[in-house]
């Protein structure tokens, strides 16, 4: 059984930061990754991270969001700098399967930028 639920989420003005969290029951040591939703658009990949703390970006959020994992707490972090209004959307927290390919979703959460 996995289970992972985001939060941190809300609403900040653009230029402003904000920090995810990803509370998983257990990763197995899996890669764990953030995915993205905006309004009328589809799911997009915004960042991911290996067990060892590999990570790699979309280009749209590179120097501006970083990826973290805390293996201890089964917990998986975005910390969302400098945002932008187009980065509003619902995050979703992701774990790869065993096969590799992200199939473990969480609930989302809700980031809106303000202009």
């Known amino acids: 059984q996995v289970q992972l639920v985001e939060s941190g989420g809300g609403l900040v003005q653009a230029g402003g930061s904000l920090r995810l969290s990803c509370a998983a029951s257990?990763?197995?040591?899996?890669?764990m990754g953030w995915f993205r939703q905006p309004p009328g658009k589809e799911r997009e990949f915004v960042a991911g991270?290996?067990?060892?703390?590999?990570?790699d970006y979309t280009d749209s959020v590179k120097a501006r969001f970083t990826i973290s994992r805390d293996n201890a707490k089964n917990t998986v972090y975005l910390q969302m700098n400098s945002v932008k209004p187009e980065d509003t959307a619902v995050y979703y927290c992701?774990?790869?399967?065993?096969?590799?390919?992200?199939?473990?979703w969480g609930q989302g959460t809700q980031v809106t930028v303000s202009s």
């Open positions: 992701a774990m790869e399967r065993d096969q590799g390919g992200y199939a473990y």
């Open positions: 257990t990763t197995f040591g899996r890669r």
């Open positions: 991270i290996s067990w060892r703390g590999f990570t």
